[in-house]
């Protein structure tokens, strides 16, 4: 060491926590914040599904019971999506990985371009709350800012606040049948992630219950912090 001060250039973070917990508004606010991309695998396998691709085709019934799409498939998107030049300034993985296998596959393929995950963030919330957290949510169809029925109504009733779009969209999977298998998934092959990423040195844990603006500030100390 020759005790200069050295500053990261970029941060490549995973979001960690159940459906509901809040991974995909808060990646929204830090992509904004700090000019990083939002890569969410749940957003990339509903475009699939919707453009009627070979995976998308097979991953519709399996997103629709609520349980997790084929590693195969899910590494395939992501593999493809972060060779995009835009990720080489770094990345918040939504939704990604979610089984030891996909944050093994995660760890080489950054290896490959000299990149590695700095930081692991645990969205820490009661499943009780994210039922009825899930199942009132829906966004603007024009560019995706977040909405739900009891907590945040636009001020404009039918006008999103963000672009003035009217059109809106609810998720498929966002029902209440659909939700407790998704949280079924979260604890068997996701939450053993927590102890993966703790056993590299990179996890912190954030109170998620927290309101928005609470858990946004608390991220956006830990990127400031990885980026200092
Ligand atoms: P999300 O938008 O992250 O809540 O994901 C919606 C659904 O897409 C999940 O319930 C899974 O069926 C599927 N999915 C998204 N990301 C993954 C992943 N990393 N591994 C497996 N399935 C995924």
């Given at each position: 060491m020759?005790?200069?001060i050295?500053?990261?250039?970029?941060?490549?973070?995973v979001?960690?926590?159940?459906p509901?917990?809040?991974?995909?508004?808060?990646?929204r606010?830090?992509?904004?914040?700090?000019g990083?991309?939002?890569?969410?695998t749940?957003d990339?396998?509903?475009a699939?599904?919707?453009?009627?691709?070979?995976a998308?085709?097979?991953a519709?019934?399996?997103m629709?019971?609520?349980d997790?799409?084929?590693?195969?498939?899910?590494?395939?998107?992501?593999?493809d999506?972060?060779?995009?030049?835009?990720?080489?300034?770094?990345v918040?993985?939504?939704?990604?990985?979610?089984?030891?296998?996909q944050a093994?596959?995660?760890?080489a393929?950054?290896?490959?371009?000299?990149?590695?995950?700095t930081?692991?963030i645990s969205?820490?919330?009661?499943?009780?709350?994210?039922?009825?957290?899930?199942?009132?949510?829906?966004?603007?169809?024009?560019?995706?800012?977040g909405y739900?029925?009891?907590f945040?109504?636009?001020?404009?009733?039918?006008?999103?606040?963000?672009?003035?779009g009217?059109?809106?969209?609810?998720?498929a999977?966002?029902?209440?049948?659909?939700?407790?298998?998704?949280?079924?998934?979260?604890?068997?092959?996701?939450?053993?992630?927590?102890?993966?990423?703790?056993?590299?040195?990179?996890?912190?844990t954030i109170d998620?219950?927290?309101?928005?603006?609470?858990?946004?500030t608390?991220?956006?100390a830990?990127?400031?912090?990885?980026?200092?």
């Amino acid at each position: 060491m020759d005790g200069s001060i050295t500053t990261q250039t970029t941060v490549n973070l995973v979001l960690l926590g159940p459906p509901g917990a809040g991974k995909g508004t808060q990646a929204r606010k830090l992509q904004d914040r700090f000019g990083l991309v939002q890569l969410s695998t749940g957003d990339l396998l509903r475009a699939a599904v919707a453009a009627g691709t070979e995976a998308g085709k097979a991953a519709k019934a399996v997103m629709e019971r609520g349980d997790l799409v084929s590693d195969d498939i899910v590494i395939a998107i992501l593999r493809d999506r972060l060779a995009d030049p835009d990720c080489a300034g770094g990345v918040i993985f939504d939704g990604f990985p979610r089984t030891t296998v996909q944050a093994e596959a995660l760890d080489a393929l950054m290896a490959e371009t000299g990149r590695a995950i700095t930081a692991a963030i645990s969205l820490e919330v009661d499943d009780a709350a994210m039922v009825t957290r899930i199942s009132g949510r829906f966004t603007c169809a024009g560019c995706g800012e977040g909405y739900h029925d009891s907590f945040k109504t636009p001020v404009v009733d039918g006008t999103c606040d963000s672009c003035g779009g009217t059109a809106f969209k609810r998720r498929a999977d966002d029902n209440a049948e659909t939700v407790g298998q998704r949280l079924r998934a979260y604890h068997a092959q996701t939450a053993p992630l927590i102890d993966f990423y703790a056993a590299t040195g990179v996890l912190t844990t954030i109170d998620a219950m927290q309101d928005i603006d609470r858990v946004e500030t608390d991220l956006t100390a830990i990127v400031a912090k990885a980026l200092a």
